[in-house]
């Protein structure tokens, strides 16, 4: 049983390009949501995909979009990058409904990326 | 506006000893609480959750307990291990449904031999 998986592990761009970071979702779930963390800090929300369009969306500019494909895997793309936007950029998925004891959103590993 | 946070930055203990990890949150709509494990360079880990018509939860070797007269969440760790070192996040849900979850800054747990 796959659990959620991220690609590429390490990035590093320079300020002003964009990027695109890539989730599959754990087998079986069909709802995808992505978190920023910041060094030292807990993960953020950035927006959550089900049946291909945004459900909900936090605190995050513009900048951010995303996109989730018919086999439910995801992207983030993140445009004219900023320094503060190095940071571990994790993917977490979920089955989408009442959140069932022990059914809960499962994180990937994560992207690690760097703006310079 | 809401928000998670973790009373401890850092806790040390023992091998051996028991462990308690205490997060306060300020929003009563708070139906959903998950606690986390995150250890270096790797993603979070499901631990245990709680919902909000109950009072605690027991693993194996881990007991959340919710208080939400006064908003606290803690999580215990019984016989905590160096296995166990990694620092902890609790994180609520607001709705029903679950979406967003709200995340505190996180316990460092530190284990000694």
């Known amino acids: 049983d796959a659990g959620v998986t991220q690609s590429p592990t390490h990035l590093i761009k320079t300020r002003g390009q964009q990027v695109t970071l890539r989730c599959s979702p754990k087998?079986?779930?069909?709802?995808v949501s992505w978190y920023q963390q910041a060094l030292g800090q807990g993960p953020q929300f950035i927006f959550q995909y089900y049946e291909e369009e945004e459900r909900q969306r936090g605190n995050f500019p513009d900048r951010f979009s995303g996109h989730q494909f018919p086999n439910y895997s995801s992207e983030l793309n993140v445009n004219a990058l900023l320094l503060g936007d190095s940071a571990l950029y994790l993917c977490?998925?979920?089955?989408?409904?009442?959140?069932?004891?022990?059914?809960?959103?499962?994180f990937g590993p994560g992207t690690r990326l760097t703006v310079l | 506006g809401e928000s998670v946070g973790l009373h401890l930055p850092t806790l040390s203990v023992q091998e051996g000893d028991n462990s308690i990890i205490n997060c306060a949150y300020s929003?009563?709509?708070?139906?959903?609480f998950i606690w986390y494990k995150q250890e270096s360079g790797k993603g979070p880990q499901f631990i245990i959750d709680i919902r909000s018509n109950m009072d605690k939860r027991q693993g194996q070797r881990v007991t959340v307990l919710l208080n939400k007269t006064v908003k606290h969440l803690s999580l215990q760790i019984a016989a905590t291990q160096p296995g166990d070192s990694a620092v902890y996040f609790c994180?609520?849900?607001?709705?029903?449904?679950?979406?967003?979850?709200?995340f505190g800054t996180g316990t460092r747990l530190q284990v000694f031999p």
């Open positions: 929003n009563s709509a708070s139906d959903y």
């Open positions: 994180a609520e849900n607001f709705l029903q449904v679950l979406d967003k979850l709200i």
């Open positions: 087998s079986g779930h069909d709802t």
């Open positions: 977490a998925s979920n089955c989408w409904g009442l959140a069932v004891s022990g059914d809960t959103q499962y």
